[in-house]
């Protein structure tokens, strides 16, 4: 059975960072994503890397420059840094992966989710 468990959410004022973790169990994958969603909007890709390459992830333009994406493989995790958080950051970050494939921005080309963490950034 497939896990995917998020953590490292939290209240933070603007101007600061956090780590987001996905730990996942129960097989292997072909792309790791981040999502968000703020209330009333569509999941919204923030981040991917493809499991099987070494090659950079890919980040979204909205938080380019500010979040980082990185892996570890002995652990099957992955990480999002997100420095210099704005309010408009604000979501619920989920972590997602996909069985097999190469489309890394569509949540509907992923096949597994986490619960979801919240981030909540104020001003």
């Known amino acids: 059975q497939v896990h995917l468990v998020e953590s490292g959410g939290g209240l933070v004022q603007a101007g600061d960072s956090l780590r987001l973790s996905c730990v996942a169990s129960g097989r292997t994958f072909s792309r790791r994503a981040w999502f968000r969603q703020a209330p009333g909007e569509d999941r919204e890709f923030v981040a991917a890397i493809l499991w099987t390459t070494s090659d950079s992830p890919v980040i979204a333009e909205s938080v380019k420059g500010r979040f980082t994406m990185s892996r570890d493989n002995a652990k099957n995790t992955v990480y999002l840094q997100m420095n210099n958080l704005k309010p408009e950051d604000t979501a619920v970050y989920y972590c997602?992966?996909?069985?097999?494939?190469?489309?890394?921005?569509?949540?509907?080309?992923?096949?597994?989710w986490g619960q979801g963490t919240q981030v909540t950034v104020s001003s």
């Open positions: 997602a992966a996909a069985a097999s494939g190469w489309e890394v921005s569509d949540p509907a080309r992923y096949d597994y």
